[in-house]
Structures are given as structure tokens and as C-alpha cells.
């Protein structure tokens, strides 16, 4: 049976993801009111903030992309939920549920409801997850596309799976490019598994690829003609810059596949899982790991079954029937493949390594294979049962005080908290503000959206007069500029 405390805890911090947005993470970084922005003036007029009619990507700053399930997603969201610093970071936050929802309902199918529910119950106090889930910007998307499109492919009827889920995979490569290399990775093994189990649906096959290739063809083209790819290609470990400048006596395959598996081995330091986690604060609280408490008992649990397993011959459940469409064993050894799937598009990029966001799509299949840990120690009786709640219950407290107390007071820059704290004040005209409005016309724009009231084009006209010297509260009576671009 499973224990009380399980779905509570789940409920509790998928909740938790609502709360405080506008708190932690403090300020509202370039990347969030420039994505708010782009919201705004879709919803609104149809075009980017830069006046791009129905723009498939959008390029942000340091060769970013925003990405179309984000933009018109989330067009559509500040259309209902207003276009507040908390409605916008509510979309990871919906979107970060929806991967755990998901991810319960695909395992239930796989393997049963109990490694399911242990499985979302991991998913949800990851501190990995958690981090992603309150930023106002694309990657959260990618995994649960990813996990929803896992879920469309066990359903029962063939031909409308597969067209469900290769829509949700291509969707989830559009979402963020370290995708395009997980998610074919992924459907690659998911397909290896079904037709060594003789279940592979030849018609959901064809409907899956059929569905994918058709989604995925403005993305195909894009690519093709190098239009999103541009700053990966300057990051990874195979640019020749990169290569000519650091191979040194080694061939370039050698150097390439050393500098990869360097990488790879970098994200599973001690450091990064159990300490600080991620080196850069606008991906981890920096006090923590990127494994939480609960997370650190099950790679102990882990442990000492693999001595079990080689003293004492036991783990003989880990092959038994799970109740599910797969033997619990299939699918541990699948999601042991999905987490190295999503870390190799970090491992793959020279910079920033280890790295979570780039390997963001790991975080599901990591929950899954340490949910199927916790249910078997729980199996041995109240007292492991106990011994996973103390850890949940501590694991809890700590990280919540660590993210909403003191998780806020992090570097000033890093968030643009004094952005966000001039541009909000209510009396604009001073030097500090015209400064602030010539490095950051966009925060700028949305600022005086939230507080003015002003919209996508007035917004412009109010940069352009601002930085001019005109009173900025004289822009909302102004009916004869047009919408320069900042």
C-alpha cells in the first residue's frame, strides 16, 4: 500500500511551484521580460515585439531563440492570466506539472501505479525540477512534450498514439535544441523495446513518423539553412575553432570524443549532484545539489542493492512483472538511457559544464529510475517507510528555506533586481531611469505595460519619447506616433 505521505508531498510542492513567483527568483531576468514582451505583442498584434508578423522563432540576446510552442502558447496565456511577472513564470510552472502528470500517467501504463506514484512523487521534490519550473522562458517545455509524447504513444487505439505523439515530440524539438538530440535518442530505444517485445504497432509506427515529419518541417528547413543553429555550432566540442585551438598532439575524433566523455563525466560529479549543483546561481540555489536529499537516500538504496545483488543473490523482484505494458526492469534500463540521452546535448557544448539547463531533459527519467528504488525499499516495512518520510520531511524544509528565504538574496545583476526596481518605480524621470531605458528598451516596454497600462505599440512609442526627454505618463494621450522599434 502506499504510504500517506507520498501523494501529499507531491500535491505539496507541485503546489509550491505557484507560490511566490514574483518573490524567488528575484527580479525578472533580460531574457524573461524580453520573452513577456514578445507575449504581449503577439497576443496583441500578431508580431514580435520587433514588429515580425507570425515569426516562428524569435532571436533573443546572446543568439537565444524563442521558440514557437512558447510564443504562441504563451501569447495565449497572458491573453487569460495578465501579463504580471507572476503569469509568466506560472507557464514553467504549469508547464513543469504537466511533465509530472504526464510522467505518472506513462509509467502507470509501463510499470503500475505504484513505481508511478513514486515516480512523480521524486519528480516533484526535485530540487533539478523545481529550479526550472518558476523562469519565464522555453526549455521547461521540452521535457514535458517530451513525457506527454511517451504517454500519447501507450495509449490504445494505434493510428491516433502515434499521430498524438510524434505531434508531441516534434513539438518538444521545437521547444529547445538540446531536444533534437534527446528526444530521437529516446523514441529511438522506445521503439528498439517495443519490437523486442513484439509490441511494436507497425500502424502507430507509421502514424508516429508520418505525424513528427510533417510538424517538424519548418523546423527541418530552418536548420537546414542555418537559421537556429548558429550558436551551438559556435559551442560545441566539434566547432573546428574549438578544435584547431585546444587539440593539441590528438586527432580531432580523439579530441572530440575525449572532451565529450570529460563532459559527460562532469555531470556526475559529487559537487554538482550533492553540494551546489550547477556552478551558475540562475540554475541552482547553490545550496543544494542537483539530487535533493530524497534523491541522495535512493542512490544509497541503489547502492546497497547492487551489494545485495552480488553478496547475496536478492533483487530478484527488479525482473518481475510490474502489472504494466513493460517488465520493470525494461523500464529501468530505459530511463537509465533516457538521463544519459538528455545529458549528452551538454556534454556535446564546451562551455558552462557541467550544465542542468542544457540537460534539463534528464531530470523525468532520473525521477523514474529512483522512484523504482524507494518502491522497493519501501517494501521492506514500516521502518524503511519511516526512513523515507524523515528524509522527505527534512529534505522539504530545508530546500524550501533555502529557495524562498534565502535563494532571493542572491547577486543583485544576476536577476536584474535594480532593473526591475527602478523601471518600477513610479516616478521614471530621473537619470537612473533614462540609463536604464537605453541598455533595456524592451524592460523598459514592459514595464510601462505592467504599471502604465500601456500596450505592444504604445509601449515603443514611450521608449522612443522617454529617451527624447518627454514625461513618460504623456505617451498613453499620444495618438500620432507610430511604433518605432527600440
Known amino acids: 500500500m502506499l504510504p500517506w505521505f507520498v501523494p501529499v508531498l507531491t500535491i505539496g510542492w507541485l503546489g509550491l511551484r505557484f507560490v511566490g513567483l514574483e518573490h524567488s527568483p528575484?527580479?525578472?531576468?533580460?531574457?524573461?521580460?524580453?520573452?513577456?514582451?514578445?507575449?504581449?505583442?503577439?497576443?496583441?498584434?500578431?508580431?514580435?515585439?520587433?514588429?515580425?508578423?507570425?515569426?516562428?522563432?524569435i532571436r533573443g540576446a546572446g543568439g537565444g531563440l524563442y521558440t514557437p510552442p512558447f510564443l504562441y502558447f504563451g501569447a495565449v496565456w497572458a491573453k487569460l492570466f495578465g501579463y504580471s511577472i507572476a503569469s509568466f513564470r506560472a507557464i514553467a510552472a504549469f508547464f513543469s506539472v504537466l511533465t509530472i502528470v504526464a510522467l505518472h500517467r506513462w509509467v502507470r501504463r509501463a510499470a503500475g501505479p505504484e513505481i508511478a506514484a513514486w515516480s512523480a512523487?521524486?519528480?516533484?521534490?526535485?530540487?533539478?525540477?523545481?529550479?526550472?519550473?518558476?523562469?519565464?522562458?522555453?526549455p521547461p517545455l521540452a521535457p514535458a512534450?517530451?513525457?506527454?509524447?511517451?504517454?500519447?504513444?501507450?495509449?490504445?487505439?494505434?493510428?491516433?498514439?502515434?499521430?498524438?505523439?510524434?505531434?508531441?515530440?516534434?513539438?518538444?524539438?521545437?521547444?529547445?535544441?538540446?531536444?533534437?538530440?534527446?528526444?530521437?535518442?529516446?523514441?529511438?530505444?522506445?521503439?528498439?523495446?517495443?519490437?523486442?517485445?513484439?509490441?511494436?504497432?507497425?500502424?502507430?509506427?507509421?502514424?508516429?513518423?508520418?505525424?513528427?515529419?510533417?510538424?517538424?518541417?519548418?523546423?527541418?528547413?530552418?536548420?537546414?539553412?542555418?537559421?537556429?543553429?548558429?550558436?551551438?555550432?559556435?559551442?560545441?566540442?566539434?566547432?573546428?575553432?574549438?578544435?584547431?585551438?585546444?587539440?593539441?598532439?590528438?586527432?580531432?575524433?580523439?579530441?572530440?570524443?575525449?572532451?565529450?566523455?570529460?563532459?559527460?563525466?562532469?555531470?556526475?560529479?559529487?559537487?554538482?549532484?550533492?553540494?551546489?549543483?550547477?556552478?551558475?546561481?540562475?540554475?541552482?540555489?547553490?545550496?543544494?545539489?542537483?539530487?535533493?536529499?530524497?534523491?541522495?537516500?535512493?542512490?544509497?538504496?541503489?547502492?546497497?542493492?547492487?551489494?545485495?545483488?552480488?553478496?547475496?543473490?536478492?533483487?530478484?523482484?527488479?525482473?518481475?512483472?510490474?502489472?504494466?505494458?513493460?517488465?520493470?526492469?525494461?523500464?529501468?534500463?530505459?530511463?537509465?538511457?533516457?538521463?544519459?540521452?538528455g545529458i549528452l546535448p551538454a556534454a556535446l557544448c564546451y562551455t558552462g559544464v557541467p550544465h542542468a539547463l542544457r540537460s534539463i531533459g534528464a531530470w523525468p527519467f532520473q525521477a523514474v529510475v529512483f522512484g523504482f528504488l524507494l518502491s522497493r525499499f519501501a517494501r521492506r516495512g514500516p521502518r524503511a517507510v519511516l526512513v523515507i518520510l524523515a528524509v522527505a520531511v527534512l529534505h522539504s524544509a530545508y530546500f524550501a528555506h533555502a529557495y524562498f528565504v534565502e535563494y532571493p538574496k542572491v547577486d543583485d545583476s544576476l536577476f536584474h533586481v535594480s532593473l526591475k526596481r527602478v523601471l518600477s518605480a513610479s516616478e521614471l524621470d530621473t537619470r537612473e531611469a533614462h540609463r536604464a531605458a537605453l541598455v533595456a528598451p524592451e524592460a523598459f516596454r514592459y514595464f510601462r505595460i505592467l504599471e502604465d497600462g500601456l500596450d505592444c505599440r504604445t509601449s515603443a512609442v514611450s521608449v522612443a519619447r522617454f529617451l527624447r526627454g518627454i514625461p513618460h505618463d504623456d505617451v498613453a494621450h499620444d495618438e500620432s506616433g507610430s511604433s518605432p522599434q527600440p
Not at 35 to 53: D, K, P, Q, V
Not at 127 to 137: G, H, L, N, T
Request: hydrophobic residues 55%; glycine residues 8%; aromatic residues 16%.
Open 121 to 138: 512523487f521524486v519528480a516533484a521534490l526535485s530540487p533539478w525540477s523545481f529550479q526550472f519550473s518558476r523562469i519565464a522562458w522555453d
Open 145 to 341: 512534450f517530451l513525457v506527454l509524447g511517451l504517454w500519447a504513444w501507450f495509449q490504445a487505439r494505434a493510428v491516433p498514439a502515434g499521430l498524438l505523439s510524434g505531434a508531441l515530440v516534434a513539438l518538444a524539438m521545437y521547444a529547445y535544441p538540446p531536444m533534437r538530440i534527446q528526444a530521437p535518442l529516446v523514441f529511438g530505444a522506445l521503439f528498439v523495446v517495443e519490437l523486442a517485445r513484439r509490441r511494436l504497432r507497425a500502424r502507430a509506427f507509421v502514424a508516429f513518423a508520418l505525424s513528427s515529419t510533417l510538424v517538424a518541417l519548418p523546423l527541418l528547413l530552418y536548420t537546414f539553412i542555418g537559421e537556429i543553429n548558429q550558436r551551438g555550432m559556435t559551442e560545441a566540442v566539434f566547432s573546428p575553432e574549438f578544435v584547431n585551438a585546444n587539440r593539441g598532439a590528438d586527432s580531432p575524433i580523439v579530441f572530440i570524443v575525449k572532451t565529450t566523455l570529460a563532459n559527460f563525466s562532469a555531470h556526475f560529479s559529487p559537487g554538482y549532484l550533492f553540494f551546489t549543483g550547477d556552478a551558475n546561481a540562475f540554475y541552482s540555489t547553490q545550496r543544494i545539489g542537483e539530487l535533493g536529499f530524497v534523491e541522495v537516500l535512493a542512490v544509497g538504496i541503489g547502492l546497497m542493492l547492487i551489494l545485495e545483488r552480488i553478496f547475496a543473490g536478492s533483487l530478484r523482484t527488479a525482473g518481475n512483472g510490474s502489472g504494466g505494458a513493460w517488465e520493470t526492469r525494461q523500464l529501468v534500463f530505459f530511463c537509465c538511457f533516457a538521463v544519459l540521452a
Open 26 to 57: 528575484p527580479g525578472f531576468y533580460g531574457d524573461e521580460f524580453r520573452a513577456a514582451l514578445h507575449l504581449i505583442c503577439i497576443g496583441e498584434t500578431g508580431e514580435s515585439a520587433y514588429r515580425e508578423r507570425w515569426p516562428v522563432f
